[in-house]
């Protein structure tokens, strides 16, 4: 009779079979598959009764394959050894090659990449591969390990963990506090050149300059006056360039600040309820670079 796929015995009968086979012996194969001897026997009736035929003749406290046994022990023997290299190359799957990362195009060039020479310290046999995009990436199709989404969280399918939370703050060329007209309090913004953020992070609870200046007690009518930009980082760039006031997001603003070349001039942060996430399909998550750098970034995170 000609087998199919379907019709194959359990795969615990099979194994339990093999084991015993090895030992010739039902206690020393409980031992191996962390069973009782009785489980192992009733293992092997069942694959007994499946086969139509004996495996062993059972001699007091001995075992003897039978001929059936014999004929069918060295497949089953070498089919679990393929089995076994089948799934050793599956967790290998991924390591060769750069680790590739898909990451906005701001988040990346503002707060990862000033990073990533620490990681390379750590890691320096795992080379990375950074994919700036603000479309969320498509794991079965494209050929990424992992990403830095902002958002809500929860990606449906995927193993999300946060990172860093965000939080506004209006920022400034310190030039801008100094001169004939300096930048004080909010009022005084009404001289100056707001920056805009259009970025599309679809946000909900990040305020544009409209809702920031009512929530500051400031009269609001001409709040979408001056420059817009559809990355935060360009933003970042003319606000440091002296070119105006900006609404930044404090992550991506850190390094300016801490270098001098932005000044946060009232001092008022806002939350926001998105944050960063890494995110990555459950498959990948047992990678080891992709460990690696998933630990690194909780850790730059902490």
């Not at 020393?28 to 009785?38: D, M, R, S």
């Not at 059972?58 to 001929?67: A, E, M």
């Not at 990355?231 to 440091?240: D, G, I, K, R």
């Amino acid at each position: 009779m000609r087998r199919t796929i379907n019709r194959l015995p359990p795969l615990n009968s099979l194994r339990a079979f093999v084991v015993a086979a090895k030992h010739l012996s039902f206690s020393k194969a409980a031992n191996e598959l962390n069973v009782t001897p009785a489980a192992v026997s009733q293992q092997i009736k069942q694959l007994e009764d499946h086969l139509g035929c004996p495996l062993f003749r059972r001699g007091g406290r001995t075992l003897i394959l039978t001929d059936e046994g014999q004929a069918c022990l060295p497949g089953l023997v070498e089919g679990f050894e393929s089995l076994l290299a089948a799934l050793a190359e599956l967790d290998t799957a991924g390591e060769s090659g750069p680790l590739t990362v898909s990451v906005a195009p701001s988040f990346a060039s503002k707060w990862l990449v000033p990073r990533l020479d620490d990681f390379r310290v750590h890691h320096p046999d795992i080379d990375v591969r950074i994919t700036a995009t603000m479309h969320l990436v498509d794991f079965d199709a494209d050929d990424v390990d992992c990403a830095i989404r902002y958002g809500a969280g929860g990606y449906p399918g995927l193993i999300s963990e946060k990172l860093l939370d965000e939080s506004v703050v209006p920022v400034c060329a310190p030039s801008l506090l100094a001169g004939a007209a300096p930048l004080r309090v909010p009022a005084d913004l009404a001289r100056y050149t707001l920056l805009h953020d259009d970025s599309p992070d679809q946000d909900p609870s990040c305020p544009d300059w409209r809702m920031w200046l009512r929530a500051a007690g400031v009269d609001a009518a001409e709040s979408g006056r001056g420059l817009r930009f559809n990355q935060s980082s360009l933003v970042l760039e003319a606000a440091a360039g002296g070119h105006g006031v900006a609404l930044a997001k404090t992550r991506l603003a850190a390094e300016d600040l801490r270098a001098g070349k932005l000044v946060s001039p009232f001092g008022v942060e806002t939350p926001l309820a998105f944050a960063y996430f890494f995110v990555c399909p459950p498959r990948r998550r047992a990678s080891r670079k992709v460990a690696a750098f998933r630990d690194w970034m909780a850790a730059q995170s902490g």
